[in-house]
C-alpha cells in the first residue's frame, strides 16, 4: 500500500509544517485510517486519536450524533458525516478532523444508496467544515481502501486550501 503510505506521510509533513493535529472517525474503514496514520514514526506529533464508531449507537455515544440525524438521513450520509467530524473536534484535542461512513459490502445497499456509497467529512475547527459523497466500486477491501485514500486526500486539501 504505497500510495496510503505516501499520502500519510505527506499528511504528517503538513501537519507538522502548521502545527496542528488530527483526528479520525471511522465506520465503514474500521480504524484504517488511523493505522496508516499512526505507522508513520512521529505521528504523536500530530495524530490524537481515532473513533471507530460502527454502529449507530457508538455515534451517538462516543460522537454525540442526534438520533434524529441517524433516523432522517441514516448513517451513510452527508448529514451524519458531518456531525460526526463536529463530535471529533468536540472531543479530542486535534482541530483537524476526518470523518467516514459507508457501505463497503458485499451487503447492506438499500435503495439510494449502493454498494460503494461513502460519504465524507472533514472539518478545521472553528474555520471550515465540509461534505462530499463518493461511489466507489470494487469488493469490500478496494471500497475501503479507497476510502481511506480519498480521506487522506481530503485532509491534505483542507490544509492546503483551509
Not at 467530524?85 to 486535534?94: D, I, Y
Request: with cysteine; aromatic share 4%.
Amino acid at each position: 500500500m504505497p500510495e496510503l503510505k505516501q499520502l500519510a506521510e505527506q499528511l504528517g509533513d503538513a501537519l507538522l509544517r502548521c502545527g496542528r493535529k488530527v483526528a479520525v472517525a471511522e465506520s465503514c474503514t474500521g480504524g484504517w485510517v488511523a493505522k496508516c496514520l499512526t505507522d508513520i514514526a512521529g505521528s504523536s506529533a500530530w495524530f490524537d486519536r481515532g473513533f471507530v464508531t460502527y454502529s449507530n449507537a457508538a455515534k451517538r455515544e462516543m460522537l454525540g450524533v442526534s438520533g434524529e440525524t441517524l433516523d432522517s438521513a441514516g448513517a451513510v450520509s452527508e448529514q451524519t458525516v458531518l456531525a460526526m467530524a463536529a463530535g471529533v473536534l468536540a472531543r479530542s484535542e486535534a482541530d483537524l478532523a476526518l470523518a467516514i461512513s459507508g457501505i463497503a459490502g458485499p451487503g447492506g445497499a438499500v435503495p439510494g444508496k449502493p454498494v460503494g456509497t461513502v460519504c465524507f467529512a472533514w472539518a478545521l475547527k472553528d474555520v471550515l467544515q465540509q461534505a462530499d459523497t463518493q461511489h466507489f466500486s470494487g469488493d469490500r477491501e478496494a471500497v475501503r481502501r479507497q476510502s481511506v485514500a480519498h480521506g487522506l486526500r481530503g485532509l491534505i486539501d483542507v490544509l492546503d486550501h483551509g
